[in-house]
């Protein structure tokens, strides 16, 4: 179906510090333009650096594991079954304490430039 995509079958990114972030629903596999959405799984005693978008609405979800957002205004602790909203250009990170991997699911809205086909395509 042209609409569904199995993370199973998406090739993570893997970045530094250790995580895998995956690209599921963007414009180049099911043609969406209004948002992007995807995976990342954050490795334990690892994080997501400190990173704003600036045009940006992200939403996340935590699928399983336990972490830390930190922002300016403070730190908060996530569990899984948290929602986390980030108004575009709030600096953000998050750190995994747990013992187990940080999975969360991420959504940007617009998409982030790198999640659009080229201008060209």
Partial sequence: MKYVVDAADVKGVKKVPNRVSKLLLSEM??????????QNVTEVGSRI???AHDESEEGMYIV????????????????????IYMPPGVKHSIVNTG????????VYSPPLQQHRKPNNA
């Fill in 29 to 38: 596999s099911v043609g969406i333009k209004g948002f992007s959405m995807g």
């Fill in 49 to 51: 650096p400190e990173h």
């Fill in 64 to 83: 399983s594991g336990q972490g830390r957002l930190i922002t300016e205004e403070g730190e908060q602790d996530l569990v899984a079954g948290t929602a």
């Fill in 99 to 106: 013992n187990e991997d940080l999975k969360l699911v991420w």
